[in-house]
């Protein structure tokens, strides 16, 4: 299964080095390959260097893609983590 | 021999011979490596990538429970960097298809890597370069240490490092965590400043450090013997035998020197005239109050908040600041004043203003009560904690930097916001709490007595008031000679606002370098002072000079000083002020 959606960054920092580290753990948990991908750049979410390096800021629009026999898992978790900022406090 | 300096952190003298710690790329070695030896090259690079692994996570385990809490999490973005396959897994395929020896394969990657990242425009994100290089920094130093080359990373050194000075290019908050209980002898880095990692950690272990010695690195070699002087900034490289003689005499002097000083603890700060002086002690970290007490300050003149802020992404919560501020708050017989977010300037704060660009705030910019009055989003819960926490101790607020009367009125304005909405969330707290302000603005030394109407007591911060008044550059090294607290424009200001304070009736504290130095101790009293807050380090010496003064007469002779008119008298005026036997 392959399963495609916009999403925004809405945490105030951004993709910063400690949330990129809940995001590869999280997609650790799955099977199915996790890609964020921001125009013609595109990060494995199981590479915190390749996530880093997005340099996703505050608003940055992404499109998330998973594919595998859990990707509707790895994207509701992985969807649910980026909107609730991190679990950051803005 | 060679003679550097830099900024000395403390004043103490260490003599021992230097471990280089090896966090850099200098002199990586570059060199083919035959097809039969492939394999032995890739399994050296996973070895030194293992072993990063294991170092980490044994520090991880191993953390002190006082340790910041975001520390672990740090930790956890290096593993999992390190465990990345950019860093992992594409310089193996280097070495396998290009024949070049580790470290040249880890650096032709890392170098991509920091490259790209410096082309971040977001300077925060920007900033985790800085993360990359630790961690290739680690692996290139266990990868020297296989080859057999000298100590280069701390998980490879003993347990005791007595004698001996760490020279680095500067240390991470991880270094310091794993340095902390080693008894090493000093501290020499090339980067960093007064608050740095090294200077914090130097000043918490009473061990004396200097930062900010360009190059250092590449001019002192492992094993070299040094001197490091920190009442100067200056390390000596391999001193001849008469010089090392002098430094251990000087050595043996300051310890004495000590040693009597630490005799004075119990007695009184009194003067001969039997007038109490009130010493209070500067202190920003939880391990200071140690200090404080081994000296016996009557309280805190000066908490500094700043550090709770530092070294992380967003400022501490309200309940965050509440603890650390309870902490101190129990541990403290007597005052302690609490100086409010002091940011901006030389103290680039990544909790304060993670979004702003380090050149925006200047010593002259938005910073201290003006980024706080800006902010309000950052200023109050600073203020509720305080009001919450003073329920637990004798804690009183200190504003700093204030220039206006607007910005006082706005500051006890939002202080009775706060204190109405504690009230209507029904959560305790002390309305009571003293709230000073700190005089360091010219403008605000001139026209103290409007200040001192509205405040509970007021303090003189001599640092910056000097670089203002003098109108002094303190980062442009070419103005330094400027510097000058004997000023008689600096000295009529201080008197000016202690005369402003005792008219108002309130107390007026010092606590900037002077109020910390023995020197001006006479000059001080006579000026009227009766609160001075410095250094604990400082305390026993101030407190020594107290108790060898006379208070009457003072006034006067100090007037005469403050009324000479030839330039470059007043050193030695104050000099023979000092020498006058008060037996």
Redesign the interface.
Known sequence: MKLQRELQIVNRLGLHARACAKLVKTANQFESDIVLRQNEHQADAKSIMGLMMLAATQGTRLTLITSGADAEDAMTQVQHLINNRFEEDE | MLSLSGTGIGRGIAIGRAIVLDQGHNDIPCYRISATALSGEIERFNHAVDAVRADLKRVQRNLPTDAPP?TS??I??HL??LD????SQQPVQTIQEQQQNAEWALKSHADT?ID??ED???P???S?KN??AQVVGRIMGELAHSQGKQPSDLATLGSSLAEQIIVARDLTPADTIMLRGRNMAAFVTSLGGPISHTAILARSLGLPAIVGLHDVIDTIHNNDLLIVDAATGTVLVAPDEPLLAQFRELQQQHLRHQQRLTLLKSEKAVTQDGEAITLLANIELPEDIEGLRSAGAAGVGLYRTEFLFMNR??PP?EDEQYQAYCHVLRRVEGPVTIRTLDLGADKQVDGGR?DRETTATSALGLRAIRLCLSEPSLFKPQLRAILRAAVHGDAQIMIPMLSSLRELEQSLALVGEVCAELEREAVAFNPKVPLGGMIEVPAAAVSADLFARKLDFLSIGTNDLIQYTLAIDRVDDSVNYLYDPLHPSVLRLIRTVIRAGHEADIPVSMCGEMAGDPAFTRLLLGLGLRHFSMEPSQLLEIRQQVRQSTLAGLPRQVTDILNCVETGSLYDLVDQLNQTDSD
């Open positions: 975001e999490a740090f956890d973005v999992l960097m990345d396959p950019v860093i890597l790209f990242f971040i425009a977001d925060y994100l920007r985790k993360d990359v992404p967003k919560s993670p």
